[in-house]
Each structure stands twice: as structure tokens, then as C-alpha cells.
């Protein structure tokens, strides 16, 4: 199985680590990083309270730098999802909706860019 992200298509899984998969991307090399990591973690209930499921998506792409000290650097994006046991699809559907607007958003990317706060 490969994933594919806006056109670009990330390889069947190359890397398992427990709970984990690693997907290679095209610009993958030696030196280059090109990889998408999904992880899931099954909640784990207690007597009192069913537990919080949790899923990661973690993008690390290696960049030409201009202006720094080093020619190249990685580049990390990391979403961090948390939810409790008991949701609804559509409840996680919304916010998935509503987070997605927001990354592709112009606040976002000023967010990212001058990592200002305020808006």
C-alpha cells in the first residue's frame, strides 16, 4: 500500500516500529529525508474511564537552506491527535475538517513562516 500527499506518492511502508509505519518519499536518498510516519495507539482503559486513542502524522523533509551556517536542514511537522474512546465519526470528521482548513490557511502559513501568534 502506498499513501500519496498532494500528488506525491510515498512508497509501501519501509520501516515498521512497533505501533508505527514509515513511508519513503520521492525525494528520499542517503542523505536526503523524504518521509511520512503514521503511528496509532490504542486506548487503554481503565475501571473508571474508557481511555484516549491516539494517531500520529509526522512529515520530515530535508531543505537547501539560504543564509544559515549549515547548507541543509530538516523540516518537521508533527500532528499530534488525541481523542477519547466513544467518539463519533462525525465529531472526529469535523475536526478533521476544521483543522485542515486551518493548516491550508494564510494564518497558518504566517504562523510557520514568522511564528507569530497573534492574530
Do not use: W
Amino acid at each position: 500500500m502506498s499513501l500519496t500527499i498532494n500528488s506525491k506518492a510515498y512508497g509501501s511502508p519501509q520501516r515498521f516500529d512497533g505501533p508505527s509505519l514509515t513511508y519513503f518519499g520521492p525525494g528520499k536518498s542517503v542523505t536526503v529525508k523524504d518521509d511520512v510516519r503514521l503511528t496509532a495507539t490504542a486506548p487503554k482503559p481503565t475501571a473508571t474511564f474508557s481511555g484516549i486513542g491516539r494517531t500520529s502524522a509526522k512529515m520530515t523533509r530535508t531543505l537547501t537552506l539560504t543564509g544559515a551556517l549549515t547548507p541543509t536542514g530538516d523540516a518537521i511537522f508533527d500532528v499530534q491527535v488525541s481523542v477519547p474512546a466513544g467518539y463519533t465519526a462525525s465529531d472526529v470528521e469535523t475536526m478533521c475538517d476544521d483543522i485542515g482548513a486551518f493548516v491550508a490557511s494564510s494564518a497558518f502559513k504566517a504562523h510557520v513562516k514568522t511564528q507569530q501568534t497573534g492574530f
